[in-house]
């Protein structure tokens, strides 16, 4: 059983991976992340640890709805397969909900507990 208080405690706890990022930089809402600039201290982290030049990359992600929707319709007509974004098998399959987080503590570090509260997919 997941301890809901637990998780929101490992809100603070830092990942032994990669850099420690603030998170309340970040703010949630229902469209998802809204960016704010980096810190000095996360630009020098990319360039040492990934070698790259904050101010000149660029990154771009567009949404992947239509190509989901192609794929699980494919997979479901060749296959029977049913494909469903997280939020929603977890909230209309018993067993998806079931299985969810038992192979990853949500309480084991700031990121995952995040993710458990707040994410979507």
Not at 101 to 106: E, F, K, S, V, Y
């Amino acid at each position: 059983m997941i301890d809901l208080e637990e998780v929101k405690r490992a809100l603070e706890k830092p990942s032994p991976y990669g850099p420690d990022i603030d998170l309340s930089r970040y703010k949630i809402d229902e469209g998802g992340i809204i960016y704010r600039e980096p810190s000095q201290e996360i630009i020098e982290s990319a360039r040492e640890k990934v070698g790259i030049s904050v101010e000149q990359a660029t990154y771009l992600q567009v949404g992947e709805t239509v190509f989901a929707r192609a794929m699980a319709e494919k997979l479901f007509k060749e296959y029977n397969v049913v494909v469903k974004p997280l939020f929603k098998a977890l909230k209309e399959d018993k067993l998806a909900e079931k299985l969810a987080w038992t192979l990853l503590r949500p309480d084991q570090d700031k990121y995952t507990a995040y993710a458990y509260l707040y994410g979507k997919e």
